[in-house]
C-alpha cells in the first residue's frame, strides 16, 4: 500500500488496535480524533470531522492510499440524550471523510458501522439481507452512513465498505461495558446490580478480532457487497457471560433482571459467513479467553473503577 492510512477515531478502541496492526506491518498511519492526544506514545491528530476545511489542512500535500472511519460517537448509550450531535458526527463526520477521499483519489474506505444498524433482531444466522430497520438515533446514524458509503462507492468509483461490529469488548475499552463491569465485580468483590440483562443476546467481538477484520477489508482484492457483519461468531446472553465471569473469578458477585435497556436492540445472531469468504475474515479469540485477557488488563491498572454498565 503506497501512501498513508488515514484512521478516525484513532484515540478510541478500534482505531487505535487498527493502528497498532497496520503500523506492525509497515503501513503509515495518519491518526485522528476530536483532540490532539498520544496514545501509548503515539500522536493523534486533532480535527473535528465535522470541519472540513481541517480535514483538508491536515491532508494537504500528503500521499493518502486509504481510510479507516472509526470515529463517532460510539454506541447507543454515548449522546443519547444529545440526538442531534449524534447525526452531526456521525452522519456528516462520515460523509466529510468520504469526500475527502474523492478528493484524494483513495484506492479503499473502510466504514465502521454498527449490527444496531439493524435495529431489533429476531433469529439465527442472519445474514447482510435482513433489512436495516434502526429503532434509535445511534443505529439510524450509521444505517444512514452505510447508504452514503454505498452511494459514493457507486458515484464515484470508491471502493468502499462497511463492516457492521458487534459489542467489542477488551482491554482499552472506555465507554460503558457490562462485560467489563462484570470483571470489576470480580477483581473488587464489589456487587453488580442491574435489573436487565440476564436474557440479553450479544455476539461480543473481541478487540483483536475487529482490528484484524477492518485490516482484512483494507487488503480484501474486492467486496461482493457492500456490507459485512463481524462478530465475535458465538451468540451469549449476559447471563450465560455472567457465568463464565464467576468461573474465571470467584468473588463476582453479579445479579442481573430479565427487563430490557432502555434504547437499546433486541439482537439475533448475525451470520459472519459473507465476511470469511471476502475478507478471509474468522474470530480467533473466543470469549472465555478474551475475558481472562481483559481481566488481567483491567487487573493490572491502577486503581480501576467500575463504570456505568452498558450493552
Not at 156 to 178: D, H, K, N, Q, W
Not at 236 to 244: C, D, L, N, W
Not at 280 to 296: E, F, H, M, S, T
Request: proline share 5%.
Amino acid at each position: 500500500m503506497i501512501g498513508d492510512v488515514i484512521i478516525t477515531g484513532c484515540a478510541g478502541l478500534v482505531g487505535h488496535a487498527v493502528r497498532l496492526r497496520l503500523e506492525r506491518e509497515g503501513v503509515s498511519c495518519m491518526a485522528v480524533d476530536l483532540v490532539p492526544a498520544e496514545v501509548e506514545g503515539r500522536p493523534v491528530l486533532g480535527c473535528d470531522l465535522v470541519d472540513m476545511p481541517r480535514l483538508r489542512e491536515l491532508t494537504a500535500g500528503r500521499s493518502v492510499a486509504a481510510i479507516v472511519h472509526c470515529g463517532a460517537l460510539s454506541g447507543p448509550a454515548v449522546g443519547r440524550n444529545s440526538p442531534l450531535q449524534q447525526v452531526s458526527v456521525n452522519i456528516v463526520g462520515t460523509a466529510n471523510m468520504l469526500e475527502l477521499g474523492r478528493e484524494l483519489g483513495i484506492s479503499r474506505f473502510v466504514y465502521v458501522s454498527s449490527v444496531s444498524a439493524y435495529g431489533d433482531c429476531h433469529g439465527e444466522d442472519l445474514d447482510e439481507r435482513t433489512p436495516l430497520r434502526p429503532t434509535n438515533v445511534y443505529g439510524a446514524t450509521k444505517a444512514a452512513s452505510e447508504m452514503l458509503v454505498i452511494a459514493y462507492a457507486a458515484d464515484f468509483r470508491i471502493p468502499a465498505v462497511s463492516l457492521r461490529l458487534s459489542m467489542v469488548y477488551g482491554p482499552r475499552r472506555e465507554t460503558a461495558c457490562c462485560l467489563r463491569d462484570m470483571l470489576m465485580s470480580g477483581l473488587t468483590g464489589s456487587p453488580m446490580r442491574l435489573e436487565w440483562g440476564h436474557d440479553l443476546r450479544r455476539q461480543p467481538i473481541h478487540i483483536d478480532d475487529a482490528a484484524a477484520a477492518v485490516v482484512g477489508a483494507l487488503k480484501a482484492p474486492g467486496f461482493r457487497q457492500g456490507a459485512y457483519n463481524i462478530t465475535g461468531g458465538v451468540a451469549v446472553t449476559f447471563g450465560e457471560a455472567a457465568e463464565i465471569v464467576r468461573d474465571l473469578l470467584l468473588r463476582a458477585d453479579i445479579l442481573l433482571g430479565t427487563g430490557m435497556v432502555e434504547g437499546d436492540n433486541i439482537q439475533g445472531s448475525h451470520s459472519i459467513a459473507a465476511a470469511a469468504r471476502d475478507l478471509g475474515y474468522r474470530p480467533q479469540v473466543d470469549l472465555r479467553r478474551g475475558l481472562a485477557g481483559y481481566a488481567d488488563w483491567l487487573r493490572d491498572r491502577p486503581g480501576p473503577e467500575q463504570g456505568g454498565a452498558g450493552a
